[in-house]
Every structure is written in C-alpha cells, then in structure tokens.
C-alpha cells in the first residue's frame, strides 16, 4: 500500500528527514548494538561476528563452496575470502578447489571448528538476555525484519 508522498507538505517533509524518524537508523544502531553485544560475547571464543556467522552457516552443513555460503549470508566473495582465511589460519576450516570444478572452493570444518559449536553453545542466550525481551516478543520480530529484509532485497534500484 503507498502512502502519499510528504514532499508536497514541508513541515511533513521535514519530520521525515529528522534521524529519529529514520527505519535505516534504527536498523543501523541496533545492528551496532547488536555486535557490540556479540563481540562481548564471541571474544572468548576467539571469534568476530562475521566469522561467527559463517561458523554457524558450516555448522548447519559442512562442505559447502564459498559461493554458497555467501549466498547464505548475503555476502559476495571478495568480503567472504578474507574471513575464510582467518578462520583458515586459525585452524577452525579447511579451503579447497573442487575436484569437479576447480572454479569453485569447497570449505570444510576441521576437528577444531565442529568442537567449537559446543563452546559457542551459550552465545545465542547471551544475546537473548541482551535483548531484554521475552521469547514471544523475539519471534515476531525477527519474523518482521526477515520479510522487510526479503522486500528490500526485492526492491534494490538498479
């Protein structure tokens, strides 16, 4: 449903450019907040926050090609190798070219990085405590910022 524009009323179109007003702020310093409360968390771990989601996308399967990872996680290659290469570095993954395909890089959990998901086993609850809201407030939340995510991603001007 469109709403009429407010560039026809300048008081309107005034309160729309005021940074309160902003959804993009709002989205952007909770995503700030959000990582600070994951670096807090993560630090013991020896894990930033992107290394963590790409943990978390090889924990739900291992042996996945970096292309989808990154499709995954919304993330294109040339940001995604860097991370692979420290986790690499650290011993928690293994990069390989494919056999079949040699344009393609297989990533594989190593001993270390599978016995690293019951270290970080308590991380999703510090988060939720973090939030300070309760279970039946975060689902729809997050069921709310998957549909605006899927809707922007949808409408991404050319």
């Known amino acids: ?14 309160r729309a450019q005021r940074l309160d007003n902003q959804l993009c702020f709002a989205l ?7 990582t600070k409360v ?8 020896d894990l930033t ?6 943990m978390l996308v090889l924990w739900e399967g291992d042996e996945l ?4 990872i ?15 290469k420290r986790l690499e570095a650290a011993g928690l993954l ?3 070219r494919a056999a079949e395909d040699e344009r393609q890089v297989v990533i594989r959990l190593t001993r ?3 016995a690293l998901q019951a270290k970080a086993g308590d991380v999703p609850y510090g988060v939720f405590c973090a939030a300070g809201l309760a279970k039946d407030q975060l689902a729809p939340l997050k069921a709310q910022l998957d549909v605006l995510r899927a809707h922007l991603h949808d409408n991404i001007p050319d």
């Open 1 to 14: 449903m469109a709403t009429k524009s407010p560039s026809t009323d300048s008081k309107a179109a005034a």
């Open 28 to 34: 952007h310093s909770t995503s700030l907040a959000m």
């Open 65 to 68: 090609t970096v292309s989808a």
């Open 94 to 96: 293994t990069r390989e």
């Open 49 to 54: 926050y992107p290394q963590y989601l790409v």
């Open 112 to 114: 270390a990085g599978k």
């Open 38 to 45: 994951y670096r807090k968390l993560l630090a013991p771990l």
């Open 70 to 84: 990154g499709e995954r996680l919304f993330l294109d290659s040339a940001t995604l190798t860097p991370l692979l």
